[in-house]
């Protein structure tokens, strides 16, 4: 009974934000884009938590949407993560779909030492690379210096 007042519940929720969206950019308080953007990325939520392969498809245009949100709106740090968001949700739709080695189910497992300080790494250079290509940029910027 529990599961079914949840899927109700999230529904619903799903629902009353789609509604807002296209109420905001009815009224020009929002873009279609943006209003699109929204909707999509409340349909992902449902989507994710319903445990639907459906999300993937839906995931990419709402990434895609917004990346060109932010971009239209000189946002590029944000438009630059939607593409990140695009190439990790189109893998994960392949895990999905495809399994791990040999096409076999996926193993939950703990992250090895390596591969954290690897990522680690990584995301330390890139933060750093876009810090600097971004204060180079004008762009909106909380400091108000572009």
Known sequence: MRKHVD???LAL?????SVVAVVMAY?????WLEAASFVTGAICVWLTVKESVWNFPISLINVTTFCFVFFFNRLFADASLQVIYFVLTAIGWYMWLYGGEKHTALRIRRTGILEATLTLASM????????????????PSPSGTH
């Open 13 to 17: 929720l799903t629902v009353i934000t």
């Open 124 to 139: 330390a250079l890139i933060t750093a690379g876009y810090w600097r290509l971004l204060i180079n940029v004008p762009a």
């Open 7 to 9: 899927t109700l519940i």
């Open 27 to 31: 009224y020009d308080m929002a873009t």
